[in-house]
T-cell receptor, first 113, second 115 residues
Framework: AQSVTQPDIHITVSEGASLELRCNYS??????LFWYVQSPGQGLQLLLK??????LVQGIKGFEAEFKRSQSSFNLRKPSVHWSDAAEYFC???????????FGTGTRLKVLA | NAGVMQNPRHLVRRRGQEARLRCSPM?????VYWYRQLPEEGLKFMVY????????ESGMPKERFSAEFPKEGPSILRIQQVVRGDSAAYFC?????????????FGSGTQLSVL
């Protein structure tokens, strides 16, 4: 079955600390992978995406993600978290030729001052 | 350039009433997608529409739910005779064309609460 798992429902980090949000997927075809962020009262904003090529992908706001095919993972990282990063983060997977995303349940990030 | 606009942001309905959710795509976008996020679940695809056409409604419940995207005006997701299980966040996204490689732009969502 196709699915996306975000094992951490809530994560709390101190401002300035590093961050890693986990994402594992199960998908039959070659996956196209995405991370979205939803700040309070805002729509989903695309942080980064992976289609092919370099498995380390750079995104906006200083985020990066690494695709590891052997582990079926696409974890999101940031070296130093800012208070404005507090939001909910969604991992999603799809495939070429399809318009349907499969989303994870999200990870809510809290940042301590 | 305004983004995808959804209204209302919050909608409260009693069981048996109708709910209408609106989505205005980004300027120049003619493709609209509706997703639903039930509590403790990820967003799930419901329906894909182009102007005046439903392209794929495979994710829509067979009864009580309908969607349209008229030639003029916003896309409407309509839920008749709402039940408590319809309580969810409904997200709309739009794109300028059909192409998965194109970035989808999402709205802020409508939170539907059924009493």
């Amino acid at each position: 079955a196709q699915s996306v798992t975000q094992p951490d429902i809530h994560i709390t980090v101190s401002e300035g600390a590093s961050l890693e949000l986990r994402c594992n997927y199960s998908y039959g075809a070659t996956p196209y992978l995405f991370w979205y962020v939803q700040s309070p009262g805002q729509g989903l904003q695309l942080l980064l995406k992976y289609f092919s090529g370099d498995t380390l992908v750079q995104g906006i706001k200083g985020f990066e993600a690494e695709f590891k095919r052997s582990q079926s993972s696409f974890n999101l990282r940031k070296p130093s978290v800012h208070w404005s990063d507090a939001a909910e983060y969604f991992c999603a997977v799809g495939a070429k030729g399809t318009y349907k995303y499969i989303f994870g349940t999200g990870t809510r990030l809290k940042v301590l001052a | 350039n305004a983004g995808v606009m959804q209204n209302p942001r919050h909608l409260v309905r009693r069981r048996g009433q109708e709910a209408r959710l609106r989505c205005s795509p980004m300027k120049g976008h003619s493709h609209v997608y509706w997703y639903r996020q039930l509590p403790e679940e990820g967003l799930k695809f419901m329906v894909y529409l182009q102007k005046e056409n439903i392209i794929d409604e495979s994710g829509m419940p067979k009864e009580r739910f309908s969607a349209e995207f008229p030639k003029e005006g916003p896309s409407i997701l309509r839920i008749q005779q709402v039940v408590r299980g319809d309580s969810a966040a409904y997200f709309c996204a739009s794109s300028p064309g059909q192409g998965f490689l194109e970035k989808l732009f999402f709205g802020s969502g409508t939170q539907l609460s059924v009493l």
